[in-house]
């Protein structure tokens, strides 16, 4: 029968007999991990950590999973970065030496660190290895199974020669019980735990404690070693209604009275709603006592949180506070993800009505000029503007239906545009519109955040899109919503096109063209202002125009070009007062075909001393000034620079679409042919004004004032000399040049009657239509670069107050992350999502500053060594887990922190007894410090609400004859908590 037994089955018996059962292969499998991670040998030879290494160094953590049958454990190996350790001092290890644990037992340097693993609180070690249930298993209760991971570690360690101590978690997780060991050559130290919900009355001190400690050593040497006592009491302070309040109370004479934070429009309020400092957390802690030098017991406690050498302080924050920026932030970014439409935000029949207002023009211009379209807009308040305009709208829609009331609303239309106010009554103001905000470089200088803006892609502070975001922001926030914010915009829209059919120039947007280095939105608005600027300029010249026409009819004799000449120096004189660096003059009859210079009178002059020469009045047109001491190629006459049309301004979607459409022609012969001649639209404009300004000139003497590269005065030949070619450059000749075909094509025209290269009322129109059409969500959108803008700004403005550098470097990493996500065209929300909470937590830790500074009374200018040792002590609150405070209870911080408990002490009292109230009342609280115990009815530190008590020895176990090995006992003692973690070592050699 052997022989017909399957060989894989026979060979399958065979290895199987390597591991006997599972615990086996569990126990296999720890040493292989042990020595997969390289803890195997020696430990000992690490120097203690230096004071507060084990919260300031860096543990590193390694983990993997192993299973003992079908239950899944992780085994993580934690160990506090090692510094480098020299050779030599690695040849002097001794090969009996304690491991490294059994010495991290004594060592005092790190006694209750603030922010470690509990195990490196209870126990002081640098390595260990945890054992713990997974995530899904079930805790390890029984007694039996404790016993058998206990006996698993034990033979690991044995077994590996691994010096590192293993710890094994049991019972619930919450409970945070651990059991262990760890191995040396000839000693062992057992790692044991008691956890119990009430503190036991006879242990309930120092005394009962030190009885439990001596019992467990079992030492019978007389006299015993000296027992080392570190003890803290920990005091909480929760009550801070006594100290004064971070925000700023509401101004209830404000328009937004009654709003905590509430700010003016064109601003964004900062700070805490509610108090971001919970909790404080006084320490009091004796580092280095013995057994004698202080009695606590259940009669009486030599232990007074005044008298303790050492104090520090934590303080704990309140989870996810509410503050004002994070609010508006967050608020207006929901908007962003809406998706209703104007229509389904403000009802359908005002949107109807909208719609037929806009489709339109000429009853829309009828309305918005009913009261009279003559007056100046220094004379007219927006709220005027926006009644009239809107009067039969707001005819059918009662007042408690409107998203925004009539007061906030023209509040809001004032902040947006200041130059409509009432008080505007100068004289200047009476005979022309106010001029808006240039927002150049003298404002670039300013600060230098200012050109932020160009980083952000977002638009120039105390522009209209700048502060029309923050407007946008607090109406979302106190005013309405979404309904709010679509009123809003339908009224903003309104009111820039009454400036466009009134020639009114929009406040707060730079002249010339778009900056396409700004938001869309911003882009936008600069368009139609420039179409306003082209309008008002065609206007002012048609006047001119037609009063010169006047005044030709009455001056009998007079010539025809000298009136044209003084017309048209007026002309001029007029534009430039209105619209600095523009030179155009009227337009002809057809609009739609030509376009005509306003100032000529260049040309005029140039035209007048030519006819005086040959005769001819119109021989040249369109002349600005002589080009340097050019002449033509083909005659003796100066080269003139012609008026030429400026290019017609472009936003950036504009150039995108024009893009597409270029590439949509292919690369084809026909196809490139085309969109060359598109490209040069601007080009053959130019060149009809260099042939009207310069009569009888050749292709050669344009490209010489227009593209003198293209031009070859002279080159060197090969011997060195300079030789006079005077011809068009190599790529000027090439066949079919678009320059030669273009010149060849080019009439005599001058500006003024050439088909314009810009179309203001289109794209003005255009430019309306297209706000119009924006959702609410789709605003939201456009002007979110700027509210993140006012954000940083904001954050930086309320940081330079408190000085705090880990916010000054974050908000640094938040410009630059806010730079790469605002600059594509779809944003990603995740992202913003996460950098508006990055915000938000910098807000909040301004606001905890804050609120830590007016608990320590530090007051702003004030100056002093106490005030900057305060400071300091503030600061480092933010910055570290813990903070020492240097003197104690009697110096600066210690005083204050004192009258905090002496205050919030007697505050409770006061809820109990009216007597003590009144009494209370009177007295100072800044009186004499009262010792505990004394005669005072309230005590000035309330019961701790943590006990920590560290007991440490050397001495010989289990026998006296044994090594003198450490021995260590954590207590805590809580009002719902009682644990013990005691590590007891024993020789294993001679016992």
């Known amino acids: 029968m052997a022989a017909d037994s399957d060989p894989e089955t026979e060979v399958f ?57 079908d239950f899944k454990f992780f085994i993580n190996h934690f160990i506090l970065k090692p510094e480098s350790e020299k050779d030599d001092e690695k040849d002097k290890l001794e090969e009996d030496a304690f491991p490294s644990a059994m010495q991290d037992l004594l060592c005092m340097n790190n006694d209750f660190p603030p922010r470690a693993h ?29 016993n058998l991971l206990l006996s698993s570690i034990s033979i690991s360690l044995a077994n590996s020669g691994c010096q590192v101590p293993i710890f094994v978690q049991i019972q619930q ?44 050593i079992g030492c019978n040497l007389s006299p015993l070693p000296p027992i080392n006592i570190a003890i803290r009491f920990t005091y909480i302070l929760q009550d801070w209604q006594q100290h004064s309040w971070p925000q700023q109370p509401p101004d209830f004479d404000t328009l937004l009275g009654g709003e905590v934070g509430g700010v003016e429009f064109g601003k964004l309020p900062f700070g805490a709603c509610e108090e971001p400092i919970s909790e404080l957390h006084l320490a009091t802690t004796w580092p280095h006592l013995t057994e004698g030098i202080v009695v606590d017991n259940d009669v009486y406690s030599d232990l007074d949180p005044l008298q303790a050498p050492h104090w520090s302080v934590r303080v704990r924050t309140a989870e996810n506070p509410q503050c004002l920026l994070g609010d508006f932030l967050t608020e207006f970014f929901k908007l962003c993800c809406r998706k209703e439409s104007t229509e389904e935000v403000l009802g359908r029949a005002l949107a109807d009505e909208e719609g037929q207002e806009n489709s339109d023009i000429s009853s829309a211009l009828s309305r918005l000029t009913e009261p009279t379209a003559t007056v100046p807009i220094s004379k007219l308040s927006v709220s005027n503007m926006v009644h009239s305009a809107r009067k039969h709208i707001r005819r059918r829609r009662r007042t408690d239906e409107s998203p925004l009331h009539n007061d906030v609303l023209n509040s809001v239309l004032l902040c947006l545009f200041p130059d409509a106010a009432v008080e505007k009554s100068s004289e200047n103001s009476k005979n022309k519109p106010a001029q808006p905000n240039a927002c150049g470089k003298a404002d670039q200088d300013k600060s230098p955040d200012y ?32 309904r709010a914010v679509a009123h809003l915009w339908q009224e903003f829209v309104l009111e820039l096109r009454y400036r466009w059919e009134n020639n009114y120039l929009i406040y707060g947007l730079a002249g010339g063209p778009p900056d396409l280095r700004c938001c869309l939105l911003h882009q936008k608005l600069q368009m139609l202002n420039c179409c306003i600027e ?36 007026t002309a001029s004189a007029s534009t430039k007062e209105v619209s600095p660096g523009k030179s155009w003059d009227s337009w002809s009859d057809s609009e739609d075909e030509f376009f005509e210079c306003l100032s000529d009178q260049g040309e005029t002059e140039a035209s007048h001393t030519e006819g005086e020469k040959d005769g001819s009045k119109s021989k040249a047109e369109g002349r600005l000034h002589p080009c340097n001491n050019m002449t033509l190629l083909n005659s003796a006459e100066p080269l003139y620079v012609p008026i030429t049309q400026e290019p017609a301004p472009m936003t950036e979607d504009l150039l995108e679409e024009q ?36 009569p009888g000139c050749v292709l050669e003497d344009f490209v010489r004032w227009y593209s003198p590269r293209d031009y070859v005065e ?51 129109e255009k430019v309306l239509h297209y706000l119009a059409m924006q959702k609410p969500a789709d605003v939201t959108r456009h002007l979110l670069p700027c509210i993140l803008h006012s954000a940083i700004l904001k954050l930086k403005d309320e940081e330079s107050i408190e000085d705090i550098p880990s916010v000054k470097k974050s908000i640094q990493q938040a410009t630059s992350q806010a730079s790469k996500l605002l600059h594509p065209p779809n944003y990603d929300y995740k992202k913003l999502e996460d950098f508006i909470n990055q915000l938000i937590a910098m807000e909040t830790v301004i606001t905890r500053a804050r609120s830590l500074k007016s608990k320590f009374s530090i007051c702003e200018g004030e100056k002093g060594e106490d005030t900057e040792e305060l400071e300091k002590f503030v600061s480092s609150l933010l910055e570290e887990p813990e903070v020492e405070v240097i003197g104690a209870g009697q110096g600066p ?37 009262r010792p505990a115990g004394g005669s005072n009815k309230v005590p000035d530190f309330p019961p701790p609400a943590g006990r920590e008590i560290l007991l440490r020895t050397c001495v010989p176990r289990p026998a006296p004859y044994s090594k003198a090995l450490p021995q260590r006992l954590f207590c805590v003692l809580m009002k719902e908590e009682f644990r013990l973690a005691g590590a007891f070592s024993s020789d294993t050699a001679f016992f």
């Open 451 to 482: 050109n932020l803006f160009l980083q952000l892609k977002s638009a120039p502070i105390d522009s209209l899109t700048y502060r029309l975001a923050l407007c946008v922001c607090l109406i979302n926030y106190n005013h309405g919503g979404l």
């Open 118 to 146: 509990c195990l490196v609180r209870w126990y002081g070690m640098q390595e260990f290895v945890v054992i713990s249930p997974g995530a899904n298993c079930e805790a390890i209760i029984s007694e039996s199974k404790c």
């Open 659 to 694: 893009s597409e459409v270029l590439a949509k022609l292919g690369t084809s012969a026909e196809g490139s042919h085309l969109r060359a001649r598109m490209q040069s639209a601007c080009l053959l404009s130019d060149m009809e004004s260099f042939k009207a300004a310069n």
């Open 13 to 69: 018996e065979i290895t199987d007999f390597t591991t006997a059962s599972e615990w086996e292969r569990f126990v296999s499998r720890v040493e292989e991990v042990l020595n997969d991670w390289k803890l195997i040998g020696n430990s000992a030879g690490r120097s203690p950590p230096e004071k507060g290494g084990y919260t300031t160094g860096t543990w590193l953590e390694k983990s993997q999973d192993i299973n003992f049958a």
């Open 534 to 569: 082209r309008k008002r300029a065609r206007d002012e010249a048609r006047r001119t125009q037609e009063g010169g026409k006047e005044r030709e009819h009455r001056g009998a004799g007079s010539s025809h070009n000298g009136r044209l000449t003084s017309d048209s120096t």
């Open 714 to 764: 002279e080159e060197v030949d090969e011997s060195g000399n300079k030789v006079v070619k005077g011809e068009l450059s190599a790529r000027m000749k090439i066949p079919g040049n678009m320059w030669v075909e273009a010149w060849e094509t080019a009439r005599v025209t001058p500006a003024r009657r050439q088909r314009r290269l810009f179309d203001d009322t289109k794209e003005a």
């Open 893 to 929: 911080a210690g005083s204050i922190i004192h009258k905090m408990f002496i205050n919030s002490q007697r505050l409770a009292d006061f809820t109990s007894d009216e007597a003590a109230l009144l009494s209370a009342l009177e007295e100072d609280f800044s009186s004499d410090r």
């Open 173 to 216: 997780k919450w409970r945070r019980m651990y059991v262990g060991e760890c191995q040396g050559p000839g000693v062992r130290t057992d790692f044991e735990m008691v956890h119990l919900r009430k503190v036991p009355s006879q242990y309930n001190h120092l005394s009962g404690l030190l009885d439990i400690f001596k019992s467990k």
